[in-house]
Every structure is written in C-alpha cells, then in structure tokens.
C-alpha cells in the first residue's frame, strides 16, 4: 500500500479550518451563519494598490524575479525597517516570500535539526508547531499568563526550558490570538536570555501595525546583541488587506538568509512580479489606507468588547494589538470545543476553540473582530443571549436537584 513520509504525521489539519468547514457546511444547508473565524480583514486591497499590481500586468512584468525577489521591493523593505523598525537592514538581507506563512516554515526547517528543540509561547497559531515537528525537532510550550485582565509572557519561563538542544526561540507580537504585545523590558530580558544561551530568535510581526491605545511595537532584532541572531517576519496580509496576493518577507543576517534562500529557491523560485510591484506600492504609497482600517479595527474592537461584556459567563478584554479577542469562558463550565459547537449549531456564530492554538488554549475561545458592524452587533448578541438563557437554566436545574 502506497503511503506518505512519515513526518507527515506528526501534523494535521488545523482546528481552525476543521470549524471553518463546518460553518461552511451549514451555510451550504441554509442555515444563517456570522464567520467570525479567520484572520482576514473584511477590506478590499487599496485601489493604489491593486492598480500598480494590474499595471504592472498590463506592461508585461509576468516573468520571473530574482529568487530574492524585486530589489526595488527589497530597498522600501529596507528602508521601512530602518525608519519604523530601528533596524540596521538592508536589501541584501531580504527575502520575499509566499507570505509570512512561507517565512516561518522556511525559517523554522531551515534552522531546525532533528532532536533540536524550539521554545514556543503559547497558546499561539498552531503553523510554529506543525513546522517544527516537521523539521523533526521538538516544540516546547512556554506559557502565556493571564493576570489583571492582561495576557503576558514571563522570561523567566523562557529560561527554564532551556535544555542543551535548545536552538531557537518564537515570538509573535501583537500575538494571535491573544493580542499580547511584549514591552520593552520584557523584550530586554528575553534578548539577554537569548544571547546567553546562544538562541536564533524567529520574530513574526505581521500584527505590527494593528496595535491600538498607544501601544508600541518593539523589533527585537533592534535591541543591542539581538541583530545578528533574529529572523524578522512580516508581511501584507494582515495591514494591508493582501491576504490573495500572497507577499510576505523575512529579514536575516547574511549567514542565515544564504541558507534560507536555497529553502525558497527550490519550493517557491519566486513571487510574481505584478504582487511584488504592488506591494511595493502599499509600503510607499498606502499608509494612510492602513492607518484608517487600523483605527475602523479599534473602533469594531470596542464595540464588540462592549456587547460582550454584558454575560456574567465572559470574562473579556480589549487586546492592545491584531484583531482578535481572546475570551475567558471558564465561567461557562464548558470544555472550548463544546461551546463553540454548540453556538454554531444553535446561534450560527461561528468561532474558534481556543484549543485550536494548543492545550493551554482551553478555557478560551477566539473571535476575529475583522467584520461588518452588523455582523459584529448580531453576533455578539446572540452569543450574550444564548449564554445566559441556557446556563442560567442548567444552572436552576443543577440546583434544583441538590
């Protein structure tokens, strides 16, 4: 009987499309349903940008690029990361990738060897795991917690995982899903740790520029001694609402880019020219596009935050970045999986269990706020309406019985 390799079997599909499916499912049979499940903003791509990428067509740039990709995209890459980023870049240190989920699994198996482990907090988005295993290392789990209505990360626990197969370390801020951000002395601690124990850090920024209430987005990789031992990860899925042009890059020094371009170069060759060309365009000529989704996002944010508030079963809190609510429903007594099913099958709000991002996920589940107003209203509604007419009614009958 004819099989696949073996690792892949140490990842599955993710829960997050598992549920995604099943809302689809239930569309299909009529059934009205609120999608608050995937990363994605509601937005269509900038018309500057999309008219650079169809110009960039209609003059005949369908050919292939360098495996670096374009160097005018490579420089504004640069340049951004100088200016916003307070890191020393430059073009050759840049690679374009098929979206920042091609920079993770081309950093991760390209640093990764068997029996290494990397250290991940979580809970977190579930591709840093998968492509660990991939890589035959092991992921080790490093808690986030949740104090004072905030979520944080303690280097302290970072540090004591360490192991003499420890190789490298996974930040994602702002987080998905919880929207944690790290602040600078959290970052300064967590950089001293990585240059004692002699860490590659793997940075994902592609939150970076959804961040609200005067929050500020720190680079690891512009903290003294952490330059030459980050990749920087980002893209323009996330701000730019480009998530079908597919255009991510990472940032490397030299001596780790010559390695992971070779990973690139027999996977991918290269990113068309015309999405390169457009995201060109977005880094020079679209912040002011960004800037409006990014405060409509803060807006959506607080209402939502607002509705939800009203059921004594959730315990809800404004993240400082991305667009997701991370929301404690412990008071529920119910296990994550359960009651996103049982909303969706009842309500139609489909969610994501906060298992979907590891085990230290349950308890939680995930709302993506990147929707229409009245999507955001009804949903919220329905989900304070369903949770407190049917627990309050278990819980009278719980009663009732003792």
């Not at 009529?30 to 990428?53: K, M, W």
């Not at 890459?77 to 990738?97: C, F, G, M, P, V």
């Not at 640093?111 to 992921?139: F, Q, S």
């Amino acid at each position: 009987m004819l099989s696949i390799a073996d690792r892949l079997e140490s990842v599955g599909f993710s829960n997050i499309r598992k549920i995604y499916e099943k809302a689809n499912q239930l569309s299909a049979k009529g059934h009205n349903i609120y999608n608050l499940i995937l990363g994605e903003p509601d937005f269509s791509t900038p018309r500057i940008i999309t008219e650079s990428g169809t110009s960039s067509i209609y003059k005949g740039e369908t050919h292939y690029t360098s495996n670096y990709g374009l160097l005018e995209l490579r420089e504004a890459i640069a340049q951004k990361l100088q200016d916003e980023n307070n890191i020393n870049a430059s073009a050759s240190e840049i690679l374009i990738t098929t979206g920042a989920t091609e920079s993770v699994f081309a950093s991760i198996i390209g640093i990764l060897n068997p029996g290494d482990e990397a250290l991940i907090p979580v809970p977190t988005w579930p591709h840093y795991e998968a492509c660990c295993n991939l890589a035959g290392a092991t992921p080790i789990a490093v808690p986030i917690d949740f104090n004072n209505g905030t979520f944080s990360l303690n280097p302290y626990e970072i540090e004591k995982r360490i192991t003499q197969r420890t190789r490298l370390l996974v930040l994602n801020t702002p987080s998905n899903p919880t929207g944690m951000m790290l602040d600078n002395a959290t970052m300064m601690e967590i950089s001293k740790i990585a240059i004692k124990h002699n860490l590659i850090v793997i940075s994902d920024e592609i939150y970076e520029k959804l961040i609200y209430d005067n929050a500020h987005h720190i680079s690891i990789a512009s903290l003294p001694g952490m330059y030459e031992r980050t990749i920087t990860i980002n893209g323009f899925s996330k701000a730019y609402a480009m998530t079908g042009w597919r255009v991510g890059y990472l940032h490397a020094p030299e001596n780790l880019l010559n390695g992971l371009v070779r990973l690139h170069q027999y996977n991918v060759t290269c990113l068309p020219a015309f999405t390169q060309r457009a995201a060109t365009t977005a880094i020079l000529e679209a912040q002011a596009d960004v800037e409006l989704m990014r405060k409509e996002f803060n807006r959506r944010r607080d209402l939502i935050v607002s509705i939800l508030n009203k059921s004594k079963f959730l315990d809800v809190k404004s993240p400082k970045g991305a667009f997701y609510l991370f929301i404690n429903i412990k008071a529920t007594g119910k296990k994550s999986d359960q009651l996103v099913l049982d909303l969706l099958e009842k309500t139609g709000v489909a969610m994501v269990p906060g298992t979907a991002f590891g085990d230290a996920g349950e308890g939680y589940v995930r709302i993506s706020y990147a929707a229409k107003d009245e999507v955001l209203i009804n949903s919220a509604n329905k989900i304070v309406s369903y949770l407190d007419a049917v627990l309050d009614n278990e819980g009278s009958k719980q009663g009732a019985l003792q």
